[in-house]
């Protein structure tokens, strides 16, 4: 039965919750579904999860611009109030951080950012933000982005992640796969689950879960 779960484990005052089952993403099969609504729609808990975030981050790096996927902007902007807040370096004539969400285009998932934004990517260190990071994939879509529209990447942050660097850049996280040890991801083709015969239990994607 799928069922939503507290995690027996947290960080600060940040909640972990998850789901344990079959599950489908555009990119593999999972074992668990990781709940991370509350964190981007709860203003109490998107604020302590951006200070347990940041804690993470190095004090020498650069941050002008959060790039927000997986609707992670509540997220984004008490990052940039954290970031600001702590010191971080910033180099942008205003001294303070633009939060920004790319457009998805339909065909082949790109980013795109239109014209009014791009300045804010352009020459700037930009942070990518996402809700979860656990095949890299996406993260790598944000880097291809930023760099297209002339950026420069300042890091990747997640509120969970399964992979500790991608393209060379290291993933920052409240939560680990060390947290779930027995999280896994499979590519379709070679789903365990999959050949025992075992159905799924939702499809799942940024903007949640829906039951099979």
């Not at 790319?102 to 804010?120: A, C, K, T, V």
């Amino acid at each position: 039965m799928f069922e939503i779960n507290h995690m027996p484990f947290r960080r600060g005052k940040v909640p972990f919750r998850a789901a344990q089952g079959h599950f489908a993403t555009s990119h593999s099969h999972i074992n668990y579904y990781i709940d991370i609504t509350y964190n981007k729609t709860r203003l109490s808990e998107a604020k302590e999860t951006a200070r347990e975030l940041v804690s993470h981050f190095i004090n020498n790096t650069p941050v002008d611009t959060i790039l927000c996927l997986d609707d992670t902007a509540v997220i984004g902007a008490w990052v940039a109030e954290e970031l600001t807040k702590t010191g971080f370096m910033t180099i942008n004539a205003h001294q303070t951080i633009y939060v920004v969400t790319p457009e998805m285009s339909n065909g082949n998932s790109m980013m795109i950012l239109r014209d009014n934004i791009q300045h804010m990517v352009r020459n700037k260190h930009v942070l990518i933000l996402m809700a979860s990071c656990t095949t890299g994939v996406t993260a790598k879509r944000a880097i291809e982005a930023i760099t297209y529209y002339g950026g420069n990447v300042a890091g990747v942050a997640a509120i969970y992640r399964a992979v500790d660097e991608v393209e060379g850049y290291p993933v920052r996280s409240v939560y680990s796969v060390s947290d779930l040890p027995d999280y896994e991801s499979w590519d379709y083709k070679e789903c365990p689950l999959c050949k025992k015969g075992v159905k799924l239990d939702a499809l799942i994607n940024t903007h949640g879960y829906s039951l099979l």
